[in-house]
């Protein structure tokens, strides 16, 4: 009962004993100094986008992949191997047919709306610094976008 009590309590120096409030959690470890975790940005949190909203949010940083690609292509650097030339044209054609979709009504025509740019999120991934790098990060909004 005496091990029981020491790993539980801790011992002030009068004798008393006082609950060992966070020992071993991260906010037991943090610092006065430390202020807690903000929470999410709660901006939309109150009200759910329509499905126009929300496509508009993924058409606007779909068009930013599109733009940060072309540019990477154009660019002195750019190496025509196979890897990049599918890269290249996954990003068009996805684009491309979210540029052909409708707006969407439904919460149906929005999952067609992630589905067209699905191969967008799931070719690009970290890879080197430069380009590709800012090409991701804009992929990374991307995915964000489509939530």
């Keep these: 009962m005496e091990q029981q009590s020491r790993l539980t309590n801790r011992r002030r120096l009068d004798g ?3 609950p060992d409030h966070g020992a071993g959690t991260i906010a037991g470890m943090r610092d006065a100094d430390t202020p807690p975790q903000e929470p999410a940005d709660r901006r939309y ?3 759910a986008p329509t499905p126009q909203e929300h496509a508009a949010r993924i058409r606007a940083a779909a068009a930013e992949v599109r733009e940060r690609v072309q540019d990477w292509r154009h660019a002195p650097g750019w190496q025509e191997t ?3 030339a599918l890269r290249y044209a996954v990003t ?6 979210l ?6 009504e439904t ?3 929005l999952a ?9 999120l799931a070719e690009w991934r970290p ?3 430069g380009p590709e790098q800012q090409i991701f990060a804009a992929v990374e909004r991307l995915r964000q976008a489509c939530g």
Excluded: H
Excluded at 112 to 120: E, H, I, L, N, S
């Design 16 to 18: 008393q004993c006082r």
């Design 45 to 47: 949190a109150d009200t």
């Design 82 to 84: 196979p890897t990049n």
């Design 92 to 97: 068009a054609d996805a684009v491309a047919a």
């Design 99 to 104: 540029s052909a979709l409708p707006k969407p």
């Design 107 to 109: 919460l149906e025509d």
């Design 112 to 120: 067609a709306t992630v589905d067209a740019v699905r191969p967008v």
């Design 127 to 129: 890879s080197r610094p």
